[in-house]
């Protein structure tokens, strides 16, 4: 069955360093997500991308965070410089564009990368 | 603003009914999810109902939703050890939309 897949699973980077999270959609799928949760919070929705640009962002979504879909196949999270509140499980969703006369499918969910700020 | 709540733990004893709660406050969502998280693993859809659905059964799970009350409900049938996980209450306005997650309810299995 096709997956989202996510690297790494655990990163561990020092504050103020730049990181990429990494993912890999499921290869027919146009929509794509990231989304977050700090431990013990809810998961949030981070950003939207469609057709190469972003859709919807939410307020978590600043200047530190950019992304980007370098080839056909990898969906990237960058965070410029990494606060320790930044340390969350960050998850990464596709979904299938929704066809003519057809619902769409559900938005499929990564393992998420465990994103740890020292 | 979009909201959706739900408790955060349950005890069942295997073999019983477990009934997992949740309310939201977007009268315009059209889409309600319960999703499953398993500890190291990503969130798995388990179940949706659309918001014109009253019910929707699906083996050992069945959906509730009142949609006057902003309120939907999961039930699992004969709660087995293997259902050990969160699960998260989620709604969307449309299907490509951003979803809204709650915080999750970790429900706990007694032998």
């Known amino acids: 069955e096709p997956e989202v897949t996510q690297t790494p699973s655990h990163q561990v980077t020092q504050m103020g360093q730049e990181v990429i999270l990494r993912c890999v959609p499921i290869?027919?799928?146009?929509?794509f997500y990231w989304y977050r949760q700090i431990l013990g919070q809810k998961v949030e929705f981070l950003v939207s991308?469609?057709?190469?640009?972003?859709?919807?962002k939410s307020e978590i979504f600043d200047d530190q965070f950019s992304v980007e879909r370098p080839d056909g196949s990898n969906f990237t999270l960058k965070i410029r410089s990494t606060k320790l509140e930044d340390s969350a499980m960050y998850f990464c969703?596709?979904?299938?564009?929704?066809?003519?006369?057809?619902?769409?499918?559900?938005?499929?969910f990564g393992q998420g990368t465990r994103l740890t700020v020292v | 603003g979009e909201d959706v709540e739900q408790s955060l733990f349950l005890s069942v004893r295997e073999g019983d009914s477990s009934v997992i709660n949740c309310t939201y406050t977007?009268?315009?969502?059209?889409?309600l999810y319960w999703y499953k998280q398993e500890p190291g693993a990503g969130l798995q859809l388990l179940t949706y109902?659309?918001?014109?659905?009253d019910m929707k059964q699906d083996q050992r799970l069945t959906v509730l939703l009142n949609k006057k009350d902003k309120h939907l409900s999961l039930r699992i049938a004969d709660t087995q050890t293997g259902d050990s996980a969160i699960y998260f209450c989620?709604?969307?306005?449309?299907?490509?939309?951003?979803?809204?997650f709650g915080k999750g309810t970790r429900l706990h299995i007694l032998p």
């Open positions: 991308f469609y057709n190469n640009e972003i859709s919807e």
């Open positions: 290869s027919n799928h146009l929509y």
């Open positions: 989620a709604e969307s306005i449309d299907r490509d939309d951003k979803i809204i």
């Open positions: 969703a596709s979904s299938e564009n929704r066809a003519k006369g057809r619902v769409n499918t559900e938005a499929f």
């Open positions: 977007d009268s315009s969502s059209t889409y």
């Open positions: 109902i659309f918001s014109n659905m």
